[in-house]
Each structure stands twice: as C-alpha cells, then as structure tokens.
C-alpha cells in the first residue's frame, strides 16, 4: 500500500516519455534529440505491469460485486414472491370460512330445488362445505330435492 501514492505520482511523469520510447514520432514531439535512459525505461514497463495487475484485481472484485448483487437481487425476488404467497395462502384461510358461510346462507334462502340444481352442478368437493354450513333442515331438503347419484355423491364427500 506504500507503494501506490509513489508510483501513481511517477507514473504521471513517466506515462509520457514511455509513450515517447514504443514510438519514434512522439519521441521527437515531446524532445527531440533525447533519448530516455534504459533505467527510465525499465521502471516505467515495472509501473505499468503493477497498474495492470491492479487493473486485473479490480476488474476480478467488479465481477464479484456484480455476481453478489445479482444473487441479492434473486434472493429478494423470491423473498417477494414467497410473501405474497403466504399473504394470499392467509388471505384465503381467513376469507374461505367467511365465503362459505356466505354462500350456505344464500342456498339456505333459495328454494330448495333451485339450490339442489345449482349444488349439484358443482364439484363435491366445493358443495359439500356449502352444505355443511347449513342448517341441517335445510341441507336435507335441499338434498332431498336432489337426483339419487348426484345426493349420494353429495354426501359421501361431505361424510369425508
């Protein structure tokens, strides 16, 4: 770490009379009739090897910075994601019982053939809670209303 300021502050006297040793015409631009000593030389070729070098380390921790965001940037994403899953899952628990009970107050207040068609079109699955939710008078009448494949398909999932 000493090194650096040193070689930073010689590399801006140096940078000029290498470039002026890889090339003739900017040789005798900046001074004509001087030759650069071969020390000079040498220790701007070691200098510019170093900044190279350090140009190499930086490029290396540039790429892993970008890799680390990338990765952080992943990470929220599916962090995200996963939240508004759980919110939705949440969500879903707390406005599904609400929902069913709507719905088994609705049917209970059909005539009882109107709720037995439209239940029965339904999945078992989503009709049995419906019907659960009811007062049993009035789940039975409305199975009763109900074809015997459809009733007893009905309350086998509602048994389950």
Excluded: H
Excluded at 16 to 30: F, G, H, N, Q, V
Excluded at 94 to 117: D, F, H, S, V
């Amino acid at each position: 770490m000493k090194g650096r300021p040193q070689v930073l502050v010689m590399l801006g006297g140096l940078f000029a009379l290498s470039m002026a040793a890889r090339s003739a015409e900017a040789l005798t631009a900046i001074a004509p009739g001087t030759v650069p000593a071969a020390g000079d030389r040498q220790e701007a070729d070691e200098s510019f090897a170093e900044l190279d070098a350090w140009q190499a380390e930086l490029d290396a921790q540039s790429r892993e910075t970008e890799a680390r965001a990338i990765a952080a940037d992943r990470a929220l994403a599916e962090a995200r994601a996963l939240s508004a899953q759980r919110e939705a899952e949440e969500a879903d628990r707390e406005t599904g019982p609400n929902q069913i009970r709507r719905l088994a107050a609705m049917y209970t207040a059909m005539p009882p053939r109107k709720a037995a068609g439209i239940l029965a079109a339904l999945p078992p699955g989503q009709a049995a809670p419906i019907l659960l939710g009811m007062p049993p008078a009035s789940a039975g009448s409305i199975l009763g209303e109900m074809k015997a494949a459809a009733a007893s398909r009905l309350a086998a999932a509602m048994s389950s």
